[in-house]
């Protein structure tokens, strides 16, 4: 199951934030779609899934990040 | 309030030896070097020995060395020079991806004239990428490469003799390093800036090596010097030079201390760059969920004074392109920067005040 999270508009941390909150409404196994078109976002979401030992995916399209729940 | 002032990679307080220069020479270096009176053979005189003072620190020799107005200045002169001169030769600039923003902005502005430009990036712990770089410069038309000597924002020092081992001409942005480490060999372009080392600001470095090709890519080259700074600058040179094994020794078991304690002391925080093969008094660390710009300002008020790349503290709301090179965190990022004046009494209290400052902050945007 893939939830979108819209955090278009804000500035980072505020995205990282908003994804950290979301999380634990995921299963395990389920992706989240953070969308954000802060230019730090590129960077923070995947270091945000490195340092929380979650699962990033990418960015399919612009200002578009998907991020696994693997714990 | 008592303060404590950790942004020296941005401008260094002015080391004692430069005030006592400075004020001198106020008196005595005013006039212009070039002219022939009696007045201007003294000021040539005072600029000459400035100019072999530097090159001696920078293995140089004296006629190789060009004052200019800033560090940024001399890297943007030295390279749009060099990559001028050698235009039989190609086209291409290679660079490494966390080069100082005035390097950048050359590049761009070679590659908008026409030219090239390939970036080299970094690991982790940003070090450059050795096989990336081995590729590009080996590549055809590379007329120049420019690699930083140590990263102004993370510390990591660079294998510059290595770097220049293959046949391009290597300048290297020395301004983080001059004073404090020694002098890589190999390069044939140098920059650095007297406000790094404890010198005024206002005084940038050039040396071009003897064979070296460059032209100037400025319409005019001759600027009257600012010669009571250049002064300054170079007695601070002499000066930190003298002090340099012993303080570095210092400063780097303070930069030991700081990466270990707010590791240990701050929940969910990235210390940045390699924890050993760095410069000897900077560090930089991300928190995690803190607006880099609302720690900065919280720091402030305690009395700290502290840089960050973070884009919220940045003119342009882009995140620090030497964070984001090495996939670390970008948002709530300080760095920190001591100098000869740093007591082990400041980073006492930084490092008791840190974890409450940090935990305020994410308390208010709810996360713990």
């Known amino acids: ?71 | 309030m008592q303060v404590a002032y950790f942004d020296s990679a941005t401008s260094t307080p002015l080391h004692p030896a430069a005030r006592d220069a400075l004020l001198a020479s106020i008196e005595d270096g005013w006039a212009d070097p070039n002219r022939l009176y009696a007045q201007a053979r003294r000021a040539r005189q005072l600029l000459d020995a400035a100019r072999g003072a530097i090159a001696d620190v920078l293995g140089a020799r004296a006629e190789e060395l060009t004052f200019t107005p800033s560090g940024s200045w001399a890297v943007q002169t030295a390279v749009l020079g060099a990559l001028a001169a050698r235009r039989r030769a190609g086209q291409t600039l290679v660079h490494s991806a966390i080069e100082h923003s005035a390097l950048l902005h050359a590049a761009q502005r070679h590659v908008h004239s026409g030219g090239s430009a390939v970036e080299v990036g970094v690991d982790r712990a940003g070090h450059i990428d050795r096989t990336a770089w081995q590729e590009a410069v080996s590549g055809p038309g590379v007329a120049v490469a420019a690699l930083i000597s140590a990263s102004h924002e993370v510390g990591t020092v660079q294998p510059v003799e290595w770097a220049a081992g293959f046949g391009v001409p290597l300048l290297v942005d020395a301004a983080m390093t001059v004073g404090r480490l020694a002098v890589p060999d190999g390069w044939s372009y140098l920059s650095a800036s007297a406000r790094k080392w404890g010198g005024p600001a206002g005084v940038g470095v050039m040396v071009i090596r003897k064979g070296a090709r460059w032209q100037s890519p400025w319409p005019s080259a001759e600027t009257a010097p600012n010669l009571p700074a250049i002064l300054a600058a170079a007695a601070a040179l002499q000066a930190v030079q003298a002090e340099a094994e012993a303080e570095s020794a210092r400063q780097s078991a303070l930069i030991d201390r700081i990466r270990r304690t707010v590791a240990a002391t701050v929940p969910d925080v990235e210390i940045v760059g390699d924890p050993v093969d760095r410069l000897p008094h900077l560090v930089t660390f991300s928190c995690l969920y803190v607006d880099g710009e609302a720690l900065l300002h919280a720091l402030d008020r305690r009395g700290f004074a502290v840089s960050s790349g973070s884009s919220c503290t940045s003119s342009t709301l882009q995140p620090s392109h030497v964070l984001a090179a090495m996939g670390a965190l970008t948002h709530g990022n300080i760095r920190l920067s001591l100098h000869r004046d740093t007591t082990d009494a400041d980073v006492d209290r930084f490092l008791a005040e840190l974890p409450g400052i940090v935990a305020d902050i994410r308390a208010e945007v709810g996360v713990a």
């Open chain 1, 1 to 71: 199951m893939t939830t979108e999270l819209n955090c278009l508009g804000q500035r980072c941390p505020l995205p990282v934030i908003a994804l950290a909150k979301a999380l634990p409404g995921l299963a395990v196994g389920d992706t989240i779609r953070v969308l954000a078109d802060d230019p730090a976002a590129a960077a923070d979401i995947p270091a945000w899934c490195r340092m929380r030992g979650q699962e990033y995916l990418g960015s399919p399209v612009p200002s578009a990040y998907d991020v696994r729940r693997v714990q």
